[in-house]
């Protein structure tokens, strides 16, 4: 759009001078220069105000003189009724315009075209403001969101608003998940895709982890509700890939990392997707999302894990050639709580730890194995510990991985559990149903994701869609 620059000038010229006579006015009254906060406040509240009008007037100009009749979507004909007002709350707040109203079509329905040709629906919000209430709805709990909104807009919003918005974000999230999961499974699709595969990412990862969410609980005949609280499983998946840090951007764990490892890897590009299902049906959001990456195309696959056999099942399942990483961290960690397990004090502590650290650290996962082995008789953990180590033993060539500059551990997924799940779903007196908690973090996951701006694109033009 381009902006008659004239016109701006001349509306702010008229502003500065109804300002400077308030200030002068009330200098005159005998009141100090106000704050430039204050003038500054007041002034977008003017702004809002002329937005406000101008919104409304400007859609009523639209109107052109209305024709006496249209025909329907049901193939039967509309006829023109009168000038009808209607309402939207948009960016600058409520608003209202006049618009021409047709009805008297046999299938009972009426309709104004201009909102159609707006993408408007009266009583709503419009598709500008609804993605501010959902970006507010992403990050702030729906009790804390009108709060911030209001700093931000001026003008109130309620809680309900905001949070049917954020859930609508999600639930486009979904649709749009949806589609990708049924083109996955489509052979056609499969086949084109196989034959003509175009370009692939050299090096892709893929992470997986969970977090529980607490859903809301519905009190049962002769319960106390804290008796059933519901904790459900969010699982959330990661796909990304990894670039080199610049020196100078490098963090303490990355300067570590160099230290140790002599390359610092970063994740980039990370897309996020999440749910509250069973592993089954994750998996086909796995296989879905994958498969719009090529991931199984990709070169080299390398899926990150914690070490929870449902992670690994999947990964086996879909991607049978992907090269499967326990995160070193996770690792890393078991070894800590035998230490602590174990041995009550240092030295001996340190010493064992250190010892089985590097071993771990240089693949010797055989090593690591016994040593958890030799505590296991006194060390209920250690035992736990020796079992894992031995089942995700092929998981743990840290030292081959290492070699082929694989990410070992990020924390690239924890980070989106953290991320999605802790730092929305898990804020105080956070309280869900399945769908709340779905729709939210999958709005949430596709902010963090770098998708918002398509959920924004599809959220202009549903009102034209329903
Ligand atoms: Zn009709």
């Keep these: 759009m381009d902006y008659n620059t ?4 001349r509306a702010a010229t008229q502003l500065a001078e109804m300002f400077k006579n308030i200030v002068i006015s009330q200098q005159q ?3 100090g220069i106000p704050a430039i906060a204050q003038i500054e406040s007041h002034m977008r509240e003017v702004l809002r105000q002329i937005g406000l009008r101008a919104l409304g007037q400007f859609l009523s100009a639209m109107q052109t003189t209305p024709a006496s009749e249209i025909p329907c979507a049901c193939g039967g004909t509309l006829y023109y009724q009168r000038m009808r007002e209607a309402t939207i709350t948009s960016v600058f707040g409520k608003t209202s315009y006049t618009r021409a109203y047709y009805a008297g079509c046999s299938c009972q329905r009426g309709k104004s075209p201009l909102d159609e040709q707006f993408g408007l629906k009266p009583g709503a919000v419009t598709a500008g403001l609804a993605q501010l209430l959902a970006l507010a709805g992403i990050e702030f709990s729906y009790d804390q969101s009108p709060k911030w909104l209001q700093a931000y807009l001026l003008f ?3 809680e309900n608003t905001v949070r049917s918005e954020t859930e609508q974000m999600g639930a486009l999230q979904e649709k749009q998940e949806e589609g990708l999961i049924q083109r996955s499974q489509d052979e056609t699709y499969l086949q084109e895709r196989q034959r003509m595969p175009g370009p692939v990412v050299p090096r892709l990862y893929g992470s997986i982890d969970a977090a529980k969410v607490r859903i809301e609980p519905r009190p049962k005949r002769g319960q106390a509700p804290e008796e059933h609280e519901d904790w459900r499983d969010m699982k959330v998946l990661c796909w990304f890939e990894t670039e080199n840090v ?8 990355q ?28 998996g086909k959001l796995l296989w879905a999302t994958g498969c719009n990456l090529k991931a199984d195309l990709s070169p080299e696959l390398i899926f990150l894990g914690d070490g929870a056999v449902w992670i690994w099942n999947l990964v086996a399942k879909y991607f049978p050639n992907a090269i499967q990483i326990v995160d070193w961290y996770h690792a890393e960690e078991h070894l800590e709580i035998v230490a602590s397990a174990a041995f009550p004090q240092d030295p001996d502590r340190t010493n064992w730890l250190e010892g089985v650290t590097q071993a771990l650290w240089d693949g010797q996962v055989e090593q690591v194995v016994a040593a958890c082995k030799a505590l296991a008789a006194s060390c209920e953990l250690a035992r736990k510990a020796a079992h894992y180590f031995y089942a995700n033993a092929e998981r743990m060539r840290y030292d081959r991985f290492r070699a082929a500059g694989y990410m070992i551990g990020s924390g690239t997924v924890e980070s989106g559990c953290k991320q999605i799940v802790t730092q929305r779903l898990k804020l105080p007196g956070a309280q869900w149903t399945i769908t709340g908690a779905v729709q939210t973090a999958k709005a949430r996951a596709a902010w963090l994701s770098g998708h918002w701006q398509t959920l924004c694109n599809l959220r202009s033009a549903l009102p034209l869609a329903i």
Excluded: H, T
Aim: aromatic share 6%.
């Design 156 to 158: 109130e919003v309620s």
């Design 255 to 282: 300067r570590q990392q160099v230290e140790r490892q002599q390359v610092a890897l970063r994740a980039k590009n990370l897309r996020y997707f999440c749910d509250i299902r069973g592993a089954d049906d994750f």
């Design 6 to 9: 004239e016109v701006i000038n």
């Design 246 to 253: 610049p020196p100078a951007q490098r963090s303490a764990r």
């Design 29 to 31: 009254g005998g009141q």
